[in-house]
């Protein structure tokens, strides 16, 4: 079992819906991130949460501790924001590693 | 924000050859930069974790002597594949940690060995 999961593996939506995907993990972080990667492979940083919500233009991230689960939702969903999208747990102690999740593969429809 | 350089972002190279991959973090200190290998549809995979000054942290299973990887100031780490087999062909992608702003990531460099 992953220490860090993420659901759907797999999502395609039409223009215009609003789309979650979740993350779940096991191990205690400091911090959970949710990044963007493009085809081309590069990897953007969308968010750091350490509690509550955050919200960045259509993207809020949000994140239970107690309940170890973090939400990634995009609302008016947009064919630009085709793409993967990673969780990754920072680890509490030790040297700022990541542990990732195997990401959630998004294709918006127009 | 922050951004981290990397270079080159495609090289093919022949086997038995080394390509070093540079990262560069533009605007902030890198005190610590990671390495990453991703296949193809997979997650990232940590190969090692390089410390300014020091001497880098390789996870299990990665070879040291097939993967050098130097980080000899704040703004500079390089990745260097040596001896490179077809079977090291990967897309390598580095990060590196900075407290304002988590982790930024390079672009990625896409190495083919033929």
């Known amino acids: 079992k992953n220490e860090v999961e993420q659901s759907p593996q797999n999502l395609t939506a039409q223009e215009g819906e609003f789309i979650t995907i979740n993350c779940s993990y096991s191990v205690g972080i400091s911090a959970l991130h949710w990044l963007q990667q493009h085809p081309g492979g590069g990897i953007v940083s969308l968010f750091m949460?350490?509690?509550g919500k955050k919200k960045h233009g259509r993207l809020i991230a949000t994140i239970n501790i107690q309940e170890k689960h973090s939400s990634l939702h995009i609302t008016a969903s947009h064919p630009r924001d085709s793409a993967v999208y990673i969780c990754?747990?920072?680890?509490?102690?030790?040297?700022?590693?990541?542990?990732f999740g195997t990401g959630t593969r998004l294709t918006i429809i127009p | 924000g922050a951004v981290v350089s990397q270079h080159p972002s495609r090289v093919i190279c022949k086997s038995g050859t080394s390509v070093k991959i540079e990262c560069r973090s533009l605007?902030?200190?890198?005190?610590?930069m990671f390495w990453y290998r991703q296949f193809p549809k997979k997650s990232l995979m940590l190969m090692a974790t390089?410390?300014?000054?020091?001497?880098?942290?390789?996870e299990q299973g990665v070879e040291k002597d097939k993967f050098l990887i130097n980080h000899a100031s704040l703004t500079l780490s390089t990745l260097t594949v040596t001896s490179a087999h077809p079977e090291d062909s990967s897309f390598y992608i580095c990060?590196?940690?900075?407290?304002?702003?988590?982790?930024?990531f390079g672009s990625g460099t896409r190495l083919t060995v033929v």
């Open positions: 949460l350490s509690s």
């Open positions: 990754a747990g920072r680890a509490i102690f030790g040297n700022e590693k990541l542990t």
């Open positions: 605007d902030f200190q890198a005190t610590t």
């Open positions: 390089s410390n300014e000054g020091s001497k880098a942290t390789y």
């Open positions: 990060s590196a940690a900075d407290g304002a702003y988590g982790y930024t």
